[in-house]
């Protein structure tokens, strides 16, 4: 069991470039999110799936874009990326829909805009 | 709005006990959790809390009043692998996860 991995593990873009996150989990779960982690905050939801095929949006899901074509999959994309998206991105994963139950953690995405 | 406070550093001694704190005042509550997170890591489950009280997980113990908004976390016999950002959050009425910004544990020899 690998549990939730998320590629790349870094990345440096430049302004107005455009890249895709892949997150994916082998637990089947259904819940999966979106998370970005910056110094002096804390976690903040960019956007969620409850289901294959599903997408919502979360705190902060401007300049983001996301897609759940497979059960296991969740891609988030920027579209043109900026300076303030630079920050380390979680993708989670929760074993029931509207549930309590704990969230697992990817290794994280270490994003880096110039 | 929704917040949740805690203390953005503290340092302890190695052997020593330490208490973390969080405050929440959020739409809604289904239950409080504790994640530990090593830098440069992802967050890991400590612990859940639901019912007001004490919950005790080995070195580890949560407890929760819901009347007061208030739990806490409080790490015993400390090693130094505990040097880690303690994270609160707090499952609102649409079960989301509403999170704090962490606190930085510092543990000296």
């Known amino acids: 069991n690998a549990g939730v991995t998320q590629t790349p593990k870094f990345r440096v873009l430049k302004t107005g470039q455009s890249m895709t996150l892949l997150c994916a989990q082998d637990?089947?779960?259904?819940?999966m999110y979106w998370y970005r982690q910056d110094p002096g905050m804390g976690l903040r939801l960019i956007h969620y799936?409850?289901?294959?095929?599903?997408?919502a949006k979360g705190e902060v899901p401007d300049g983001y874009n996301v897609s759940r074509l497979k059960k296991q999959n969740f891609l988030l994309g920027l579209e043109s990326a900026a300076p303030s998206q630079t920050s380390v991105y979680f993708c989670?994963?929760?074993?029931?829909?509207?549930?309590?139950?704990?969230?697992?953690f990817g290794p994280g995405t270490r994003l880096t805009v110039l | 709005g929704q917040n949740i406070d805690q203390p953005t550093e503290m340092t302890a001694t190695e052997g020593a006990i330490v208490q973390i704190n969080c405050t929440y005042q959020?739409?809604?509550?289904?239950?409080l959790f504790w994640y530990q997170q090593h830098a440069g890591e992802a967050p890991t489950f400590l612990s859940y809390?639901?019912l007001d009280g004490l919950e005790e997980k080995g070195r580890f113990s949560s407890f929760l009043s819901r009347s007061k908004g208030y739990s806490y976390l409080l790490l015993k016999e400390l090693q130094m692998k505990d040097s880690a950002s303690y994270l609160c959050?707090?499952?609102?009425?649409?079960?989301?996860?509403?999170w704090g910004a962490g606190t930085k544990l510092i543990i000296k020899p």
């Open positions: 989670a994963s929760t074993q029931t829909v509207g549930s309590t139950d704990t969230q697992y």
């Open positions: 959020t739409s809604g509550f289904n239950g």
């Open positions: 799936s409850v289901g294959e095929g599903t997408t």
């Open positions: 959050a707090v499952v609102d009425s649409n079960y989301q996860l509403i």
């Open positions: 637990m089947n779960h259904e819940y």
């Open positions: 809390n639901v």
